[in-house]
């Protein structure tokens, strides 16, 4: 088992940046893939951007690319979403999400690409 907890949201005005944190505890000696999802109110969680276990590869939604950043530090367990360009509808409750190799080769876009998920954090973006 791997328990993540997210870290670092709250209020920022659109043109601002925010950086999350994923920190993972358990099992983490497994190699395991890690994604950020989104969910704002009413509407369905999506996909934001993914990082392959070694950071070799990353995945990003349209709606980010060019203004968010994943990246990972293994040594301290670690993942980062570095957002910057915030804009009033990136508000949402930002989830961390991972799996291991049960899971690996499935989409890395779908929530069931993942089977271990944080609590989320709230980011709102004033505009």
């Known amino acids: 088992q791997v328990q993540l907890v997210e870290s670092g949201g709250g209020l920022v005005q659109a043109g601002g940046s925010r950086r999350l944190s994923c920190a993972a505890s358990?099992?983490?000696?497994?190699?395991?893939?890690t994604a950020w999802f989104r969910q704002a109110p009413g509407k369905e969680r999506e996909f934001v951007a993914a990082?392959?276990?070694?950071?070799?590869?990353?995945y990003y939604a349209d709606s980010v690319k060019g203004r968010f950043t994943i990246s990972r530090d293994n040594a301290k367990n670690t993942v980062n979403l570095q957002m910057n360009s915030l804009k009033p509808e990136d508000t949402a409750v930002y989830y961390c999400?991972?799996?291991?190799?049960?899971?690996?080769?499935?989409?890395?876009?779908?929530?069931?690409?993942?089977?271990?998920w944080g609590q989320g954090t709230q980011v709102t973006v004033s505009s």
């Open positions: 999400a991972a799996r291991g190799d049960s899971l690996r080769g499935t989409s890395w876009y779908v929530e069931k690409g993942y089977d271990y």
């Open positions: 358990g099992r983490t000696s497994i190699r395991y893939d």
């Open positions: 990082i392959m276990w070694s950071g070799g590869s990353t």
